[in-house]
């Protein structure tokens, strides 16, 4: 049996410094995988802040883009800013979990349309960090993100 240690302190944001790789997919409100997708995420250090590099690759051969700077708080809370985000995203670290809310704008055909993300990230072994995001338009669902983070 696994012993498990909820206890541990999880730092997503030293989690992130250096080069991650990710694999993922985005399931439907039924649970229907409708997208895979690959990303390599560098993080740095820059002024106080961690700035994080994603580079999205979807299996319909699109390529997205993502800049995000990430502010701690002495709270074991955190802000993040990005080109696409409506405002700004509120992280609270916890007990082996990191939350992230975020709003961003997302191309949906020829439209941008602000999405919210409701993340939860876990540590899920050595180097492995799982990341649950429920994707929601006017409080309505529209499916969930499932990621698994490999450090480089």
Do not use: H
Request: proline share 1%; hydrophobic share 40%.
């Amino acid at each position: 049996m696994l012993k498990r240690n909820d206890t541990a302190r999880f730092d997503l944001l030293a989690y992130l410094e250096g080069l991650t790789t990710a694999e993922g997919v985005f399931e439907d409100r039924k649970g229907r995988a409708r997208r895979r997708f690959t990303v390599e995420l560098n993080g740095r250090s820059e002024a106080g802040a961690l700035v994080v590099d994603e580079n999205f690759v979807f299996d319909d051969g699109e390529r997205q883009y993502r800049c995000w700077t990430l502010m701690r708080r002495t709270d074991n809370s955190f802000s993040g800013t990005c080109a696409d985000s409506v405002g700004e995203a509120r992280g609270r670290l916890a007990d082996g979990v990191a939350y992230l809310e975020s709003t961003l704008r997302l191309k949906v055909g020829s439209r941008q349309i602000a999405m919210d993300f409701d993340d939860a990230f876990y540590e899920a072994g050595p180097g492995l960090v799982l990341n649950r995001s429920y994707v929601s338009k006017w409080g309505i669902g529209l499916g969930r993100v499932l990621i698994l983070f490999r450090k480089a």
